[in-house]
């Protein structure tokens, strides 16, 4: 079975940087794309930044200009660098993957377990 797995959040001041990855385990993988979800306590969940398997990429107006997602395809793994970090981009970020896992089925998305991201003085 498909496994995404995350790692990198963590506690930094305001203007700091956080580097957040999510890598896909399983075998016979084709990933149409990969996107960074947020949700804060008492919010909906958020779209962040996407990228696509050709690099095609798209980011939260809220971020643009700070965060840069990024893809390695071989190692089946985005990451999320995120720079110059406000209070308000505190949540816990998600990473989704549509994944084909079988010949002529349709993608599917599958959800890392979350990683809390926490800006504060």
């Known amino acids: 079975q498909v496994r995404l797995v995350q790692s990198g959040g963590g506690l930094v001041h305001p203007g700091g940087s956080l580097r957040l990855s999510c890598a896909a385990s399983g075998s016979s993988l084709v990933i149409n794309a990969m996107t960074w979800y947020r949700q804060a306590p008492g919010k909906d969940r958020d779209l962040v930044a996407f990228?696509?398997?050709?690099?095609?990429?798209n980011y939260a107006d809220s971020v643009k200009g700070r965060f840069t997602i990024s893809g390695d395809n071989a190692k089946n793994t985005v990451y999320l660098q995120m720079n110059s970090l406000k209070p308000e981009d505190t949540a816990v970020y998600y990473c989704?993957?549509?994944?084909?896992?079988?010949?002529?089925?349709?993608?599917?998305?599958?959800w890392g377990q979350g990683t809390q991201v926490t800006v504060s003085s």
């Open positions: 989704n993957a549509a994944i084909v896992v079988g010949e002529g089925m349709s993608p599917r998305d599958f």
């Open positions: 990228i696509t398997s050709g690099g095609m990429t």
